[in-house]
C-alpha cells in the first residue's frame, strides 16, 4: 500500500517519485531521466521525489538539488518539509535544515569552489561581478589595449563579454563562435583572444570571478580524478531542475561527479529548451539516455493540470512537427469546446485595440487583469500596446524590469561591501572612490593603482596622501573601510554602517533618493537572512530580487495589472487567459533565428512554450502590417506578414480562425470564413 503523501500523484509521478528507493544494502539507484511536459506537475513530483528519499532514509545533507533560481531552490524546500510533516511531524523542519546543498548551478559552484580553494590555487576571498561589472571590467581591459581607438569601430563591450561567455559556456573554439553567432566581429578574432586573454590575466589579479567563471572553474576543479571522486563522494543523490536549459559546462560538471550516472536524477522538457542565447543546449537532454546507455531509465509525466484539453491539442501539434524531440502528447481531463483563437488584424494598431477591449471584456466577467497575460517574442514588440494602455488608463507590469543589482544605488551599496571584502576588486574600488565628491576617474585610478600592488591594500590606502579636493569625506571612507574591513559592528549591523556612510551621498547624486531609500532598507531586511557578507555578496549577486524603485510599468497604486511579458520570461508561468502578439514570420520564428535547423527548432519551441502558459483561453493574433520606421533608405514604410510557418494549414483545424473587426452590424454573429463578396465571381463575369 502507497504511503499516503503519494497518494494525490498520478502512476507516473508516482514512478519518478519512488524509481529505486528503499534498494537493499544502501544501493543507490542509477540514473533517471524524468521528461515533465509542461504543466505537468514537475515541482511536485521533484519535492515528493526529494521527500521520498528523506523519509526512507536517506541522509538530506548528502542530497545535492540544483535549480535555476535560488526562488526556485526555496520553493521546493518549502513543499518538501510540508510533504515530511506528514510523516516526520515535528522532525521534519530538522531535516529540511539539513538540506542544506540546494541552490542554483552557480552558487553551488561558489561555495565548492571556496571550499577546495587552497586545491586549485584560487583566494578563498574572491568576490564575485556580475554582468555589468565583468562588463566595465571588459571594458577597462579593452581600453588599456588600445582597442577602444581602433580605426573601425571594436566591438562594444557587452558584444565582448557575450562573444566570452559563449564560448567558455558552450566549450567551443572562438572561431565557431564567430562564425556562428557573431559574423560582423569575425574580422576581430586575433585581437578578440587578445582581449580575452587580459581580462582574465586582470579578474585573477583583482581576485575576481564572473557568473561563467563559477562553472568554468567548477568544471576544472572537477576535471582531476580526485577532487571529482572527492566532491562526488559527498553526494548520494544529484538532482538537476529545468535540465534542457544546461549548457555544456553544467553537463561536464554532472558526469564527472557522477559519471556512473549513481543516484544521479534530471528533470526537463526538451519541447521547453529556449535558452540557447545563453549556451544552453538542447543536446544535453536528448543525449542523456545515450550517456548512461543501457543503465538510464526514462519517465514520462505528460498529464496536463494546467490546460484545456483544445488547447494542448493546438500546442502539441505544433510541437509534433519538431524534427527531433522525446515523443510524448499531453493530455488533461479538462474539456472544453472552446478552441484557441488564429485571430487576423490589420496593424499593430488594431491589435493594440482588439486586446484591451477583450481584457476589459474579461475583467467584466469576472477574470482579474493578473489573471491574463500578454506574451511577445521580443520587449520591442509591446510598444504600441503599452501605448494604448497607457491612454485607456489600464495599470500593467512588464517582466523583465530592473534587478536589485541593475540599480545604481544597490551597485554603490553592494560596491562599498566588496571593495571592503576584496580591496583588489578594481570595478568596485573605482565605483566607490568616485562617489566621493572632488574624486574623477584618474584619480581613482592612481589611489588604485598605488594599492595594488601592496599585500594589505587597506592600509596601504589609509597611508596615502588625501586626494586634494575630497576633504572630510577622505577620513571617514577611510574610517568606513576600516570598520567593516575588521568586522567590528558584525553581521548585518554593517551593512547598516555602510547605509549609514552612503545615503548622504544618495542625497546628493540621486533627485529620487528618497524612494531609493527603500531599496536599502529592502537590501538590510535581505541581508538578515544570512550568516555572514561574503555569503550574502554571492547569493545576491548571482540570484537578485526585483528592485522596487525602477520597476518597469509600476501598476499606479492598484492592486490589479496586466501582465506583459517575453515568452522567456514567461516560462514557468501560467494564467487563465494569454494573448501572443505578432504570431507571424519574422516575429515567430524571428527574422534573425533562422539561420540554422537548431535556431529554427528552438524557434518552435518559443511558440510552445507560449502556448502553453494558458489555463482557459489561447489567442494568437497575426498583424498583416508593421511599420518601420528609419530603418530603410525611402524612409519610414509598411511590411507585411505572414502567419508563422509553424501553424501550417494541416493545424488550423486545432483553431478558431477569425479576424477583427468584422465587417458590418451583424459582424458578431458571422463567421470569419464567410464570404461577404465575391470578388472573384465579379471577376469572372466580366468577360463572359
Known amino acids: 500500500m502507497a504511503a499516503a503523501y503519494l497518494e494525490k500523484l498520478n502512476d507516473q509521478q508516482r514512478s519518478a517519485v519512488e524509481h529505486g528507493v528503499g534498494l537493499a544494502d544502501g544501493k543507490v539507484a ?74 542554483t548551478f552557480h552558487g553551488i559552484g561558489a561555495r565548492l569552489l571556496r571550499m577546495y580553494a587552497e586545491q586549485i590555487g584560487l583566494n578563498v576571498d574572491f568576490t564575485i561581478h556580475d554582468r555589468e561589472d565583468s562588463a566595465d571590467l571588459m571594458n577597462l581591459v579593452r581600453h588599456e589595449l588600445g582597442l577602444s581607438k581602433t580605426e573601425s569601430r571594436f566591438p562594444t563591450k557587452g558584444t565582448c563579454l557575450s562573444i566570452y561567455s559563449r564560448t567558455v559556456n558552450s566549450q567551443t573554439p572562438l572561431n565557431e563562435v564567430l ?49 571529482a571522486d572527492d566532491v562526488g563522494s559527498r553526494f548520494d543523490h544529484v538532482m538537476v531542475d529545468e535540465y534542457q536549459d544546461t549548457n555544456r559546462l553544467q553537463s561536464s560538471v554532472l558526469l564527472a561527479l557522477k559519471p556512473g550516472g549513481r543516484g544521479l536524477t534530471v528533470v526537463g522538457d526538451d519541447a521547453q529548451s529556449i535558452y540557447s542565447f545563453r549556451a544552453a543546449t538542447v543536446r544535453n537532454i536528448l543525449d542523456f539516455p545515450n550517456e548512461f546507455s543501457p543503465a538510464a531509465d526514462i519517465i514520462t509525466l505528460d498529464r496536463n493540470y494546467r490546460s484545456t484539453q483544445t488547447i494542448l491539442s493546438a500546442a502539441n501539434g505544433v510541437i509534433d512537427l519538431a524534427r527531433e524531440r522525446f515523443t510524448k502528447n499531453l493530455w488533461t481531463d479538462r474539456q472544453s469546446a472552446e478552441r484557441p483563437k488564429l485571430l487576423t488584424v490589420k496593424d499593430e494598431t488594431t491589435q493594440a485595440n482588439y486586446i484591451v477591449e477583450q481584457v476589459l471584456e474579461n475583467r467584466e466577467n469576472g477574470m482579474t487583469l493578473k489573471q491574463q497575460a500578454v506574451l511577445f517574442r521580443a520587449s520591442s514588440h509591446s510598444g504600441p500596446l503599452e501605448v494604448e494602455l497607457t491612454r485607456r488608463n489600464i495599470p500593467f507590469v512588464k517582466f523583465g524590469g530592473l534587478k536589485f543589482l541593475d540599480s545604481a544605488h544597490v551597485k554603490d551599496m553592494l560596491a562599498v561591501l566588496r571593495f571592503a571584502q576584496n580591496p583588489r576588486d578594481r570595478v568596485a574600488g573605482f565605483r566607490l572612490l568616485k562617489m566621493i565628491p572632488g574624486i574623477g576617474s584618474q584619480t581613482a585610478g592612481r589611489v588604485l593603482d598605488a594599492i ?105 497604486l492598484d492592486e490589479d495589472y496586466l501582465i506583459l511579458s517575453t515568452i522567456h520570461s514567461a516560462k514557468g508561468q501560467e ?20 539561420g540554422t535547423t537548431q535556431e529554427i527548432e528552438e524557434e518552435r519551441r518559443l511558440l510552445y512554450v507560449g502556448m502553453t502558459r494558458a489555463k482557459d483561453s489561447l489567442t494568437l493574433i497575426t498583424p498583416q502590417r508593421f ?55 465579379r471577376m469572372r463575369s466580366m468577360w463572359k
Not at 510533516?85 to 539539513?98: F, P, R, T, W
Not at 479576424?659 to 464570404?675: F, L, N, Y
Open 452 to 556: 595594488a600592488a601592496d599585500p594589505e591594500p587597506l592600509m596601504a590606502l589609509a597611508e596615502i596622501p588625501a586626494p586634494p579636493k575630497s576633504g572630510e569625506d577622505w577620513p571617514s571612507f577611510l574610517k568606513l573601510l576600516e570598520g567593516l574591513r575588521k568586522a567590528e559592528a558584525g553581521w548585518p549591523a554593517d551593512i547598516a554602517q555602510a547605509r549609514d556612510w552612503y545615503e548622504p551621498h544618495l542625497d546628493r547624486i540621486h533627485e529620487d533618493a528618497e524612494t531609493r531609500k527603500a531599496d536599502l532598507l529592502q537590501l538590510e531586511q535581505i541581508a538578515a537572512g544570512y550568516p555572514n557578507r561574503e555569503r550574502f555578496l554571492t547569493e545576491l549577486t548571482l540570484d537578485p530580487p526585483d528592485a522596487t524603485s525602477n520597476q518597469a510599468g509600476v501598476p499606479l
Open 179 to 227: 562564425h556562428n553567432n557573431f559574423p560582423w566581429v569575425a574580422g576581430w578574432e586575433q585581437q578578440l583572444k587578445q582581449l580575452f586573454a587580459a581580462y582574465v590575466e586582470a579578474k585573477q589579479t583583482q581576485n575576481v570571478l564572473d557568473y561563467d567563471d563559477l562553472l568554468l572553474y567548477w568544471a576544472q576543479m572537477v576535471g582531476d580524478r580526485d577532487l
Open 575 to 594: 494564467w487563465r487567459a494569454v494573448f501572443m502578439l505578432n504570431v507571424v514570420d519574422g516575429c515567430i520564428p524571428s527574422d534573425l533565428g533562422v
Open 30 to 103: 542509477g540514473p533517471l531521466l524524468i521528461i515533465a511536459g509542461a504543466g505537468s506537475g514537475k515541482t511536485n513530483t521533484l519535492a515528493h521525489r526529494v521527500a521520498h528519499l528523506i523519509v526512507n532514509g536517506a541522509d538530506p545533507r548528502r542530497i545535492l538539488l540544483m535549480t535555476f533560481s535560488r526562488r526556485a531552490a526555496s520553493e521546493m524546500s518549502r513543499r518538501v518539509e510540508r510533504i515530511c510533516a506528514q510523516v516526520l511531524g515535528a522532525k521534519s523542519g530538522i531535516m529540511i535544515d539539513a538540506l542544506a546543498w540546494s541552490g
Open 627 to 681: 511599420f518601420t520606421g528609419g530603418q530603410h533608405a525611402q524612409g519610414d514604410r509598411h511590411v507585411y506578414a505572414s502567419r508563422t510557418r509553424f501553424i501550417p494549414v494541416t493545424l488550423l483545424k486545432f483553431f478558431e480562425t477569425a479576424t477583427w473587426p468584422m465587417v458590418g452590424a451583424a459582424a458578431s454573429e458571422r463567421s470569419a470564413k464567410q464570404i461577404r463578396i465575391d470578388v472573384g465571381a
